[in-house]
Structures are given as C-alpha cells and as structure tokens.
Nanobody, 124 residues
C-alpha cells in the first residue's frame, strides 16, 4: 500500500516557476515508477511526466518538455515536479501516481495509487 500526498500548488503568473512535491508513505515506494498527471477543467486527465523506480529514466509530454523536470528522492520517499516558464494552459489539478509499470507505457489507467491532487493556476 502506498499513500501519496501532493503539495506546492498555487497561483502564479505566466513565466513563473513552481515545484510540486509528492510525499509517499510505505516501504515499497522505491519499487514503483512515479508519474505526474494533470486535469484541466472540462478536460480529461493527461500524462505530464514519468520517472523510473531508480530515477535513472524519465519521460515527458511534448507540451512540457524542456520546461518541467521530474525527480525523486527514494531516501525521502518523495517525487518532485519542477515547473518553469509556466503558461496559462498549464492550469490544472496536478496528481502524482505510483505504478508497477515502465515509464514508456505509463498511462493514467495503469497506475496503482493516486494522490488527491494540488491545484496550479497560471494567470496571464
């Protein structure tokens, strides 16, 4: 069992940066690939970024590539999402999720555990 709690969301202006954190409980955290997903109002949940269990491999959605960085600290049971050059279209609830999957096949339907999300609002 893994419980996930996101933090770090808020209201920022376009061009600003935010760092989201996802704290996990459970001794098996390091066994899971971790992902960040987001859901904007009226839209489906979409993949943002993924990181392998070791942290050695990452994957990003094209919309955030070059602006967002995912990382993890297995000693702290925490995964991060550094978001730079934020745009109004990044406005969404951001969720972290854990799954026994590869980062290359990661999708929202294949994740095992989810956090409750943190709201990021980017004003223009």
């Amino acid at each position: 069992q893994v419980q996930l709690v996101e933090s770090g969301g808020g209201l920022v202006q376009a061009g600003d940066s935010l760092r989201l954190s996802c704290a996990a409980s459970g001794r098996t955290f390091s066994s899971y690939a971790m992902g960040w997903f987001r859901q904007a109002p009226g839209k489906e949940r979409e993949f943002v970024a993924a990181i392998s269990w070791s942290g050695g491999s990452t994957r990003y959605a094209d919309s955030v590539k070059g602006r967002f960085t995912i990382s993890r600290d297995n000693a702290k049971n925490t995964v991060y999402l550094q978001m730079n050059s934020l745009k109004p279209e990044d406005t969404a609830v951001y969720y972290c999720a854990a799954g026994l999957t590869t980062i290359h096949t990661m999708r929202s339907g294949g994740m095992d555990y989810w956090g409750r999300g943190t709201l990021v609002t980017v004003s223009s």
